[in-house]
């Protein structure tokens, strides 16, 4: 029989023509909308799946990180200029050294014709210094690498996590890269995103617009208005760079209607939100609005004049781009092919797109309507999990708390989904097809987890608990036979059932 | 921009190739010996009769068919004696033999009966009768009951603690692992399984695991009756080979030093051929000489200390003694002990032979166990190592008192 459906196949959707019992709709909730069961998850869902989800998003620390040792972007920023100052010191003094030591030596070379010496007047050769040793890695990665433990601890760590799970579509939504700031690229998701993530789209956009790590990241920290006091002074001008993306990625999304008149007229809005210099003891690394790269006058966006009111410009703009339809629909559509399917019913978009509108932004209940949604329900599990939402998923259905973060940071590199570190503004893809040329390399973390844990568990167990009713006969009959506990486990996250969402 | 991806061995890999204790037993160290034990738990079940086969059973030929090893064939058995001969892949075990170095106990089972990997493997480990308990192993009790000598093992950089150690080391007595720098190939035989599952429910996943992974022998394996891609067999095979080698040798090499680990457990994985089993060229010959290889590797990773040293390689059960319908073999009941070293009394094959005719086969299907491998374990403890008759019967192999330490290995 020639297949007629994509991806998936005929066969996936045929299993799921039957409506999905409380038990199945408890394990599609964790998969689909959180990070895949834990031991007694299912249980504790119990019979209201989707209640279980919304009331995850009624706690008050839904989404949030609160963890006083985190930097600030600020004191991060600071940390990783001053860390850069010591090192080369380091280096100064230690060419400083050297040239001392070969004088040291040229003189004692000469001194040894003489009866006495003048080694004693020299106790800072290079014999006398520590031996070498790594320096391990920088304050720059030391602070990513606490980052990314608090972020993997709190994936680890939550019941069914569909907030979560938000924060990490909008951190990849509004993503910067870790190779241009790696100090301040988790402090960006948490001061910038986790915020608003069940708060309103437009206080996100604000957030993220005038954070350090995106006005870095995107070059608008040293965009100049080419007449403002400063541009007419050095002769440097425009970067359009994020006036571009926030229009064709944050907001309205590619061909939407805007024009490279909006691009520039935009660019220019923005000019003058900028980054104190991190030198600076006080505020170094923050946010700064200077009056100095500001293009005065004026600007008109997608035919709406915004008058020069410096900061407030942009921001009002901002809030314009936020309220727009087309943001609503490119938001829309995005949510439903992150947590549905590749290709959304569009039913489901336009659900999502008016509440969108009718709530002004409200992200709460625009993520609400997702879960309320039958259509995100009935989709068939077509979707291949992220390598990031894979690796969380096998190491909760191994019962794996985070020994070394930098573990799991390997992993990722692996498997192409280096953490913070997106290939592009656009952040990583979100459609099945990217990542299935992963597999062999899943095949191979899968099994380096079966080995550590393998031997413990009981395949079954973890079967049940993972998989639930969603383990087709074909996979419960593949554990059942394999040939050792640790065997069983690997193959048991690489069956479709835990692959797939 | 450029992402560094790194190679599979940047990986940290968490899984411990050896894992050993770290002390020297006294007793054996009173009487002026050293001696060093070593034990490789093979996992997925080996097939006893195609490892050293019954040649001169007038039933054999009729029970295997073209799958028999025999003296004569394309690639002719190693004899052994003048009823068993030994799986041509192995060569280095035959010189062994030869030497009087190794010894093949046959007819060997664990006291499990069933027929499920985990199960039979929780006995095999454990020690004890029944499955269910998985808290530790008989090697670790065994240890635990040793008396450590004055010395214990300065621990060396090479070696940390373990997360997670096999059951047969598993308990109270300290244990650690070291692990080699190689990751162990990807099975083929956990991507065949993945293939078969993949093709029944989800043929995208199949096609890029196919695409991918480019083997051969599994599309042939899975039935498929494709065109196999490029790659293939040999380079696979090397790999286990290499990765076995090193892991045993690298192992060999910590027990050998004055100050190194006396005591160590080692486990492969692969052994589950139920299909395309390849007994004399293909699969499990691979594996028989990967197997083969690693024994040679603990042999020269010993150095002097070789002749101290014994060497058990078993496994959870044995497999049908007939070939199954996709030329391979099932789940069985009993198989072989191989044990190597210079401290054995070796150049002997131990059986009590059952036979192979149908009405001997167990249940009519498998070699019927007419050993106890608890009894050779036992015997290795006791006149090896110096663990007491009753420590065996009750700590060790609890409920074994029956069942007497095989004498005269050692």
Known sequence: MPPTGTAAGTKLMALETKPLDAKARAALALHRFGFGPRAGSLAAIGADARGAILAELDRSNAGQITDDDLLSSG???RAAFNFRQERKAER???????????????????????AQTAQAAAPATADNQPPKTDPGPGIPQQILLEEAKARFDSALGTDIGFAERLVWFWSNHFCVSADKVRAIAGAFEREAIRPH??????????????????????????????NSAAGLRQGKGLNENLGRETLELHTLGARSGYSQDDVTSFAKVITGWTITPA??????????????MHEPGPQTVLKTSYDDSGYEQGRAVLLALARHPATAKHIAEKLARHFVADEPPQALVDTLAKR?????????????????APEAWDAPRSKLKKPSEWTVASMRACGLALADIRRIVNTLNLLGEPLWRPPAPKGFADDSAAWMDGLPQRLDIANQLARRVGGLVDPEEIADATLGPLASPETRQTLARAESRPQALALLLMTPEFLRR | MTIHAPSRRELLLASGALFAWAYVPKLARAEGRDPRLLVIVLRGALDGLATVAPVGDPDWIKLRGDKALVLDGATP????????????????????????QAAIVHAVATPYRERSHFDGQDVLESGLTKPGSVDTGWLNRALATLEPADRAVKPLNAFAVGPVTPLVVRGSAPVMSWTPPRLPPAADDTVMRLLDLYNHTDPALARVIQERMGLAAIAKAGGMGQTPPAKAGPGAAAQVRAYFTEAAGAAASFMARPDGPRIGALSFDGWDTH?????????????LGALDGAIGAVESGMGDAWKETAVAVVTEFGRTARINGTEGTDHGTATVALLAGGALKGGRVIADWPGVKDAALYENRDLKATTDLRAVLKGLLKDHVRVNDKVLATAVFPGSADVKPMTGLV
């Open chain 1, 75 to 77: 004191e991060a920023a």
């Open chain 1, 92 to 114: 100064l003094a230690q060419r400083a050294e050297r040239e001392m030591a070969q004088n040291e030596a040229n003189k004692a070379a000469q001194a040894a014709k003489d």
């Open chain 1, 197 to 226: 993530v069940l708060g309103n789209f437009a206080d996100m956009l604000m957030a993220v617009e005038s954070h350090p790590a995106m006005l870095f990241y995107l070059d608008n920290a040293r965009s100049i208005g080419p």
């Open chain 1, 279 to 292: 030198k600076q003891p006080e505020h170094g690394g923050e946010f700064n609005f200077n009056t100095r």
């Open chain 1, 356 to 372: 969108f509108l009718d709530t002004k932004g409200d992200l709460k209940e625009v993520s609400k309507a997702l879960v309320l």
């Open chain 2, 77 to 100: 058995a190693l004899p052994l004696d003048s009823f068993f001969a030994l799986n041509p892949a192995m060569p280095n075990l035959h010189r062994l033999y030869q030497a009087k």
């Open chain 2, 275 to 287: 299909a395309d089993e390849g007994a004399a060229s293909g699969r499990l010959s691979a594996l």
